[in-house]
C-alpha cells in the first residue's frame, strides 16, 4: 500500500479523504456503512454560537447533476456540541474537525473559542459564506474585508489548526484565499456551494422555501477544479478540495489541481461508504502509476 499520509497546517492525515460538512452528520450515522477511524478527517455539521433552527422546508432539490439546499445551518449550538455530542465523538479514531458559523466576527471566535477547549477536536473549518447581519446579509466570504475580518478575530482566540471554506461566488477566489492567508489560515478548503435555484413550473413558484440555495454534486466539479488549481497556485498554505468529487478519478484530478487532501459531499448521500471506496481507488491508482506516497501527485498537473 502506498503512503497515503498527508498534512495541512500541522495536522496530519492518515489519508487525504475527508467528508464535507453537513453531508456527514457527526460521523456516527455512518458507522454502520464506514469504519470512521480509517478516513483521513471528519468535518461534522456546522455548528454556531446558538441554537438554530434553519429554513422552512422545503429546503432541499434534486437537480439534474446534483442537488440544491438551503437548510440554514440548523442546530443546537455550540454549548450542546460540547456537552453532548463531543463526549460521543471524541474518541472515534479520526480527525474530528468542527465546522464554525456565525452572523458576526465576534460570534465565529466565541464559538470556536469554546471548541478550542475541547483536547480531541484537532482543527475547525470556518464557513465564511455565512451572511453578515452587521451588513446587509452580503456573506462575509464574498469581500477581502469580511473574509479577513472573520479570520483575525477566530486567530486571537483559536490555537489549533484553522481550515478555511472559500465561497465561490466570487470575482476572483484567490484574492480571497491571499486574504485569509495573511490573517493567518492554516489551510483553505473549496469550494463551497455554488448559488442555484429551482423552479417547478406548475405552480409558477421556486423550489426551494427561501427560493435560493446551494449547489452541490457533480454539476460543480468543473468550477471546483478551476478554482482550486487557482488556489494552489496562489497560496504557500495545503488547499483542500470539494465539490462534486463522486469517485476516485475525480480525488485524483483535485490532487493532481494541487489540493493536498479532498473532501466528499454529496455522494454520501447516495453511497454512504464512499469514502473508503474513494480512499482504496486513490491507492490502487498510485500502485498501478508506481507511486510511493500520494503526494507525489499533488500539484502535478502539466499546464
Wanted: include cysteine; charged fraction near 20%.
Amino acid at each position: 500500500m502506498a503512503d497515503l499520509s498527508v498534512n495541512l497546517g500541522g495536522l496530519s492525515l492518515k489519508n487525504p479523504v475527508m467528508t464535507a460538512s453537513g453531508t456527514f452528520g457527526y460521523g456516527l450515522e455512518f458507522a454502520d456503512f464506514v469504519p470512521l477511524d480509517e478516513l483521513g478527517g471528519i468535518i461534522v455539521k456546522g455548528t454556531t454560537l446558538n441554537p438554530r433552527e434553519g429554513n422552512d422546508y422545503p429546503r432541499m432539490a434534486e437537480t439534474a447533476q446534483g442537488m440544491l439546499n438551503c437548510v440554514g445551518l440548523q442546530n443546537k449550538g455550540v454549548d450542546y456540541f460540547c456537552e453532548h455530542i463531543y463526549p460521543q465523538i471524541k474518541d472515534i479514531g479520526t480527525n474530528m474537525i468542527v465546522n464554525v458559523s456565525g452572523s458576526s466576527p465576534e460570534d465565529y471566535a466565541e464559538c470556536a473559542a469554546r471548541i478550542d477547549a475541547l483536547e480531541h477536536i484537532p482543527a475547525i473549518e470556518l464557513n465564511i459564506s455565512c451572511p453578515n447581519v452587521k451588513d446587509g446579509g452580503m456573506a462575509f466570504g464574498v469581500t477581502c474585508v469580511g473574509a479577513s475580518s472573520v479570520v483575525k478575530a477566530v486567530r486571537e482566540r483559536y490555537h489549533k489548526t484553522l481550515i478555511v471554506k472559500l465561497s465561490p461566488n466570487v470575482t476572483d477566489i484567490t484574492e480571497i484565499a491571499r486574504a485569509v492567508e495573511a490573517e493567518g489560515a492554516d489551510s483553505v478548503s473549496l469550494i463551497n456551494t455554488l448559488m442555484g435555484m429551482a423552479i417547478d413550473i406548475e405552480k409558477r413558484r421556486t423550489v426551494l422555501s427561501i427560493h435560493t440555495g446551494g449547489l452541490s454534486g457533480p454539476a460543480v466539479k468543473p468550477v471546483a477544479l478551476r478554482m482550486v488549481w487557482q488556489v494552489a497556485k496562489a497560496v504557500k498554505i495545503p488547499v483542500v478540495g470539494l465539490g462534486g468529487i463522486m469517485n476516485a478519478r475525480d480525488a485524483i484530478e483535485f490532487l493532481m489541481a494541487g489540493a493536498t487532501a479532498i473532501e466528499i459531499g454529496t455522494a454520501n448521500f447516495i453511497d454512504p461508504a464512499v469514502t473508503i471506496k474513494v480512499r482504496d481507488g486513490i491507492n490502487e491508482w498510485l500502485n498501478q502509476h508506481g507511486c510511493q506516497t500520494v503526494s507525489e501527485i499533488v500539484g502535478t498537473l502539466n499546464t
